[in-house]
């Protein structure tokens, strides 16, 4: 059963520009959540979804947006890049939306913003 | 509001000692508890979660965590550790008081000496 996968792996962008991420699922999982980690801020909680829904939002400001599409494909989207957006993204997936699933994670999109 | 501390930035353990790794939090409802661990360029991998009963929760590579909910807290634990359990090691918490998001701790570095 394939993993989580997330695409592309690695990134270069120029301060002001935008981005997208991608990430699919495991197969049958139907809840993605993202995160941004920083050495200095750890794992930072970004959004939830299920079922093309947003369920849950972290706190970052607007210019970080995404979607979940029918079949659980879910992308990220940031829009004017600053310096400080320069993480490694991680998107995880669970079979159910519940408090008790333990997520997967794909192994992120290491974005670099120059 | 939710909320995790990994008190132990780093932990320096020999191998063949036992090992344990610190984390408690903070939860409005019953807390369910997840331990992860990162290896270099990698996701997270999901060891062991608490959801209800036994406090002594068994994971995978032999890794086990004691909750005590009268000192909220939720150890990591493994009798002998090894070389290559030398890793980034995450507490999480989530709880119905804020959704479904997942609040991860700072993460403790292992370093396993042979």
């Known amino acids: 059963k394939a993993g989580v996968t997330q695409t592309p792996r690695y990134l270069i962008k120029t301060r002001g520009q935008q981005v997208t991420l991608s990430c699919s699922p495991i197969s049958g999982h139907r809840s993605v959540s993202w995160y941004q980690q920083t050495p200095g801020q750890g794992l930072q909680f970004l959004f939830e979804y299920f079922s093309e829904t947003q369920r849950n939002k972290g706190n970052f400001p607007g210019r970080f947006s995404g979607r979940q599409f029918s079949n659980s494909r879910s992308e990220m989207n940031v829009s004017t890049l600053e310096l400080g957006d320069s993480a490694l993204y991680l998107c995880a997936s669970s079979l159910v939306e519940g408090a008790a699933t333990e997520a997967f994670f794909g192994q992120g999109t290491r974005l670099t913003v120059v | 509001a939710q909320s995790v501390a990994q008190p132990e930035d780093q932990v320096n353990v020999a191998e063949g000692n036992p090992l344990t790794v610190k984390c408690t939090y903070s939860?409005?409802?019953?807390?369910?508890l997840f331990w992860y661990v990162q290896y270099p360029n990698r996701g997270l991998q999901f060891l062991l979660k608490y959801i209800t009963g036994d406090n002594l929760v068994k994971g995978s590579y032999g890794f086990e965590a004691e909750f005590n909910k009268s000192q909220t807290s939720f150890h990591l634990k493994k009798p002998s550790a090894l070389v290559s359990d030398s890793a980034l090691y995450f507490c999480a918490v989530r709880g119905l008081g804020g959704g479904f998001k997942t609040i991860f701790g700072a993460g403790t570095r292992l370093f396993v000496k042979a």
């Open positions: 939860v409005s409802g019953n807390p369910y």
